[in-house]
RNA sequence: GUUCCCGUAGCUCAAUCGGAUAGAGCGUUGGCCUCCGGAGCCAAAGGUUGGGGGUUCGAGCCCCUCCGGGAACGCCA
C-alpha cells in the first residue's frame, strides 16, 4: 500500500506540460525521460519510508524495492500466532466476522419428469459452493432450490406416457427412463398436428383442474421427486427450502392481474406484455419486451418467476436473493427484476441473478429436447469406476467396502472440481478424459494432500500447543505458511465477487505448498522444537484443506 | 439490427483496486522411492496476453477500433 502512495506522490512533483510542436519520435524520448525520473523519485520515497519505517521496530525488516516498500513481519512469531490460531478455531478457520443479513442462495433448478445431467452439475456444484463460501463468510444462508414440476415438459411427458407408456411401471431410481419417455413424446409432437392437439388438450385439462389429469400429474410427480432427492443425495446437496413451479401459477397470474390493473401490462395479440423500454423512456433497446402469458391463458415459466421472486421475501427474512441461473437467462431475469420494480416491489432489486456460462458437447449445445445429454448417472457411474480401480491398485490391503467409500468420495470430488475450475464466465466444454483425469490440479491432488497429512498426524507425538518455537524455518515452510494464513482473505473474495473458483485455485495452492513441504522437511524423523513445529503445521495444513475443500463440497478423506 | 460474454504457452485454464520478472495443470524431454504413502516431488523447453491505436509513472486488466468464436433478443425453460 505504501508503495502505491510513492508512486502517486511523483505525478504531483515535476510534470510540466510538454512543449507544443515535439515529433512523435521527441515526445516519446520525453515521456520516457520523465517515466524513468518517475521511478527514481519513487524508489527515493520508498526509500525514505522504509528508513522511517525501519527505525519504529514495528517490522522485522523494511526494503525499499523497485519503487515500492516490502515490510517483514517476524517470523516466529507470526507462526506461532496463526498455527495457535487454527488449532483454537480448527472447523471454524476461514471465517469471516458474523453478518447480520440473511443471503437466500437459488440453485439446482431440476425438472421432474426428466433426468439431471451433467450441465445441471455445474450450475449444483456453483451453487452449492457458493452457499458454502458465503456462510464460511460470516452470512446466514438458506440453501433453496426450484423444482420445475409443472409446465410444457410435463404435460408432454404426461402425454406419452398416457398413450404408449401407462402400463409401465414409474421408476424412483432410473433418469434415463424418465428422459427417455420425455424425448420421445417431444419429438412425437413436434412431427404430428394431430399430436400437438391432443397435447394442447391435455394442457387445457390440467388448466382446468380435471381430477384425472390432477391425479395422473400427482402420482407421476411423487415418484420423479423421489429420483430428484436421491440425486442430490448423491452428491451430498441438501436444501433448507424447496420451491415448486407448481405452487406460484396462481399467484402469477394474480401478479399479471395486478400488472394489467396498474397499466404497467398491456394486452397485445392476446397476450399480457410488458413494454419495458417504452415505459422506462428507454431511446435504445435495453429491456424489450416481456410477455406474460401465452395467449391461450396458460402461464410461463416468467409467470411464475414473477410471485416466486416475491414469495421468498415475504416468507423468510432475507436481505438478498441469488439466482443461480445460466447466462442465456440473463435478459430475462433484467426484465422480471424490471417489472416488478415497476409494480413497487423494491425487493426486486435486492435479487441478484448470478450467471454462468453454461457445459457444453464437443459436438455443441447439450440439449434434452434433443435428446444429446450426457446423463448425469452415466457420468457418476464412469467416474466411479475410474476411482475404484485406482484405489484398487494404490491400496490393495484395503477392506472392498473401504474401497468403495474411498472412491465415491474421489469420484464425486473430481467430478465437483472439474465444474468450479474455471471462471463463470468461461464456456465449460465436457472432456470426458479432462474429467476423468485424477492427477494434477484435480480434488483428488488435494485430497491427496489431505491424507498424507493426517497420515503424519496419527503416527506422531502430540503437539506441544503451548512451546511452539518457530526459528529458522525453511523457504517451503515459510511459504506454506503464509499459504495457510491466506484462507480467510481467499474466502472473503470468494464471497465478495460470488466465485467459488478462489477457492479452487487456493486449495490447490495449499496442497502444492504441503506437498513441497512434504517432500522437503521430515516430521517423524526430526525432533524437539523443529518436529513440534512441523507437526504444527502439518495440523494446520489438513484443518484447512479440509474446511476449503468442504466449502466446495468436496470431502477430505483421511485415507485414499 | 440491438446487447452481452470469451480470445493469455501445443491443449485446458490462473493472474486480488491497474502494480514488481504473466503463473499452474495436461502434453513433451530429463531426473527423484534403504527415507512420514510416488494420486507425489525436482528440472528443462514452451509467451509480441487475437491485431492496431489511446489513457497512465505503470495495462493481460480501463477507453476506441478491427478480426475470430459463442450467446440473448414476443408466446421454450
Not at 522504509?50 to 517476524?74: E, H, I, R, W
Not at 394431430?194 to 380435471?210: C, I, K, N, P, T
Not at 445429454?373 to 484395503?398: D, I, W
Amino acid at each position: 500500500m505504501a508503495s502505491s502512495v510513492c508512486m502517486q506522490l511523483t505525478r504531483s512533483n515535476g510534470s510540466a506540460p510538454a512543449p507544443e510542436g515535439l515529433s512523435k519520435k521527441e515526445r516519446q524520448e520525453l515521456r520516457q525521460k520523465e517515466a524513468a525520473a518517475a521511478r527514481e523519485r519513487a524508489q527515493n520515497l520508498a526509500e525514505q519510508v522504509a528508513s522511517k519505517l525501519s527505525k519504529q521496530g514495528l517490522f522485522a525488516d523494511v526494503q525499499a524495492q523497485n519503487g515500492f516498500v516490502n515490510m517483514y513481519f517476524d517470523t516466529a512469531d507470526v507462526a506461532r500466532r496463526l498455527l495457535q490460531g487454527v488449532h483454537a478455531t480448527a472447523a471454524g478457520y476461514g471465517r469471516g466476522a458474523p453478518k447480520t443479513e440473511t443471503v437466500m442462495v437459488e440453485y439446482g433448478q431440476l425438472n421432474t419428469h426428466k433426468d439431471g445431467h451433467v450441465g445441471h452439475l455445474r450450475n449444483i456444484s456453483l451453487g452449492d459452493a457458493l452457499s458454502n463460501i458465503l456462510t464460511h463468510d460470516g452470512y446466514q444462508v438458506l440453501k433453496a432450490t426450484y423444482i420445475g414440476d409443472i409446465g410444457a415438459h410435463v404435460m408432454k411427458w404426461l402425454w406419452g406416457y398416457r398413450k404408449w407408456h401407462s402400463h409401465e411401471e414409474l421408476r424412483a431410481d432410473d433418469g434415463r427412463w424418465w428422459e427417455g419417455i420425455y424425448v420421445e413424446s417431444n419429438r412425437a409432437i413436434g412431427d404430428n398436428p394431430e399430436y400437438e392437439r391432443e397435447y394442447r388438450e391435455l394442457f387445457a385439462a390440467w388448466d382446468r383442474r380435471e381430477p384425472e389429469v390432477v391425479e395422473l400429474w400427482n402420482r407421476t410427480r411423487d415418484v420423479s421427486l423421489r429420483y430428484l432427492h436421491y440425486l442430490f443425495d448423491q452428491l451430498d446437496v441438501h436444501f433448507d427450502v424447496w420451491f415448486y413451479e407448481s405452487q406460484f401459477e396462481d399467484p402469477g397470474r394474480e401478479v399479471v392481474r395486478e400488472l394489467l390493473e396498474k397499466g404497467i401490462a398491456e394486452v397485445d395479440q392476446g397476450a399480457p406484455v410488458v413494454r419495458l423500454d417504452q415505459k422506462l423512456g428507454l431511446e435504445r433497446e435495453t429491456y424489450r419486451t416481456l410477455i406474460l402469458q401465452r395467449s391461450d391463458g396458460t402461464s410461463l415459466y416468467q409467470t411464475k418467476e414473477l410471485a416466486l421472486t416475491r414469495a421468498k421475501f415475504e416468507g423468510y427474512p432475507i436481505a438478498r436473493a441469488l439466482n443461480v441461473v445460466d447466462v442465456r437467462q440473463t435478459l430475462y431475469f433484467q426484465q422480471v427484476f424490471k417489472t416488478l420494480e415497476l409494480l413497487g416491489y423494491q425487493e426486486a432489486v435486492k435479487s441478484t441473478h448470478v450467471p454462468y456460462e453454461y457445459v457444453t458437447l464437443a459436438t455443441g449445445a447439450m440439449s434434452s429436447r434433443q435428446g444429446n445429454v450426457v446423463p448425469y448417472a452415466e457420468f457418476a457411474a464412469e467416474l466411479q469406476e475410474r476411482a475404484l480401480a485406482t484405489v484398487r491398485v494404490k491400496n490393495p490391503s484395503m477392506p472392498p467396502e473401504q474401497q468403495e467409500r474411498v472412491a465415491r468420495i474421489v469420484a464425486q470430488g473430481a467430478m465437483k472440481f472439474g465444474m468450479l475450475d474455471r471462471d463463470n464466465t468461461k464456456l465449460l466444454v465436457f472432456d470426458r478424459e479432462e474429467a476423468l483425469d485424477f492427477d494434477g490440479f484435480s480434488a483428488p491432488y488435494v485430497q491427496y494432500a489431505h491424507a498424507r497429512a493426517c497420515r503424519i498426524l496419527e503416527q506422531g507425538p502430540e503437539i506441544a500447543w503451548e512451546e511452539l518455537r518457530a526459528a529458522d524455518l525453511s523457504e517451503v515452510e515459510t511459504n506454506l505458511l503464509e499459504t495457510i494464513g491466506g484462507f480467510t482473505d481467499s474466502v472473503e473474495r470468494a464471497s465478495r465477487e460470488l466465485k467459488p473458483l478462489h477457492v479452487v485455485t487456493y486449495a490447490y495452492n495449499l496442497a502444492r505448498s504441503f506437498n513441497e513441504f512434504y517432500r522437503e522437511s521430515p516430521v517423524l524423523r526430526s525432533e524437539g522444537d523443529t518436529r513440534n513445529l512441523r507437526l504444527a503445521l502439518v495440523y494446520a495444513s489438513r484443518t484447512t484443506l479440509a474446511n476449503a475443500l468442504g466449502l466446495l463440497g468436496i470431502h477430505a478423506p483421511e485415507v485414499m
